[in-house]
């Protein structure tokens, strides 16, 4: 499923968040790792020596552990087709963070990770940045959260999620939410509301248990009712030490990656790490 992770670095601590992420994927998925800092050409060139520029991912390069298969590479250029230029190697994991330097430089959503999050056709984790957080050693997760909605382009996050799960030791939380209409003759009939929850558990159960027979250590589901994405965001807020896991798009599937959507405001708003898996054309 991966064959190497990149890590966009722009030298401020806040995009160096991902570190921590990075290196617990590498050693735990036996991964090479490509360190990539882009000098804006729209900025100019003395503000980032080519020199400095290098040195800095090499002090970066020797915090991995395997330093060997972790090499660096400095481009001229804009940030984002950079970024996706480098990533054009079928499985590479891009891991960065969603804002970097402050002011015109940071990456937020709207900018350099707005523009990943659109073009990459690969896996993309997103670690939301933050000020003052250690960069230092591995990040510590003990769950992964994979939100499904029955339909096979939701479905498609699977295999990528059950290869994490599997190498790290993370249980899988399965979830499915479930909402009707407002209408209030529908929500007189609690019969109705029960076939919906108990189609969303069978589901589930039935993943779950695929999942226990093709090695997942542990799988656990949940069948909230509400809006997806705030359910979804919910569930994150309240489980420490996770990571969400999702497809691009789901049961709105129509050929394209829905922003806007679910996976859109999960990506905006969980303050865990959100590993995108965006569908290809014609799956």
């Not at 656990?220 to 705030?230: H, I, M, Q, T």
């Amino acid at each position: 499923m991966y064959s190497k992770i990149l890590v966009p670095l722009d030298g401020s601590s806040v995009s160096e968040t991902v570190l921590p992420y990075a290196r617990l994927l590498a050693n735990s998925l036996k991964l090479s790792v490509e360190l990539l800092r882009v000098n804006d050409s729209d900025l100019p060139a003395a503000s980032s020596p080519p020199s400095r520029g290098l040195e800095y991912l090499e002090t970066i390069a020797h915090t991995f552990s395997n330093n060997a298969s972790t090499i660096c590479t400095l481009r001229l250029g804009k940030p984002a087709e950079a970024i996706l230029d480098r990533a054009e190697q079928a499985g590479t994991l891009i891991v960065m963070g969603t804002h970097g330097r402050s002011g015109v430089r940071r990456w937020l959503l709207g900018s350099v990770a707005e523009k990943v999050l659109q073009g990459a056709t690969n896996p993309l984790l997103l670690v939301r940045g933050r000020d003052r957080e250690t960069t230092a050693g591995e990040a510590a997760l003990k769950k992964l959260i994979v939100p499904l909605d029955g339909s096979h382009l939701a479905e498609l996050v699977l295999p990528y999620a059950m290869e994490v799960a599997a190498r790290l030791l993370l249980e899988m939380v399965l979830v499915r939410v479930y909402d009707l209409p407002s209408y209030e003759t529908l929500s007189q009939l609690e019969w109705v509301v029960e076939e919906f929850r108990e189609e969303a558990t069978s589901y589930l159960r039935e993943k779950a248990r695929q999942l226990k027979a093709e090695g997942v250590r542990a799988v656990s589901y949940l069948v909230p009712r509400g809006k997806a994405a705030e359910e979804i965001v919910e569930i994150a807020q309240d489980t420490p030490e996770s990571l969400v896991a999702i497809s691009t798009h789901g049961r709105t599937g129509i050929g394209r990656w829905v922003l806007g959507s679910v996976t859109d405001r999960v990506v905006r708003y969980s303050g865990d790490p959100v590993l995108v898996i965006r569908a290809q054309p014609g799956t």
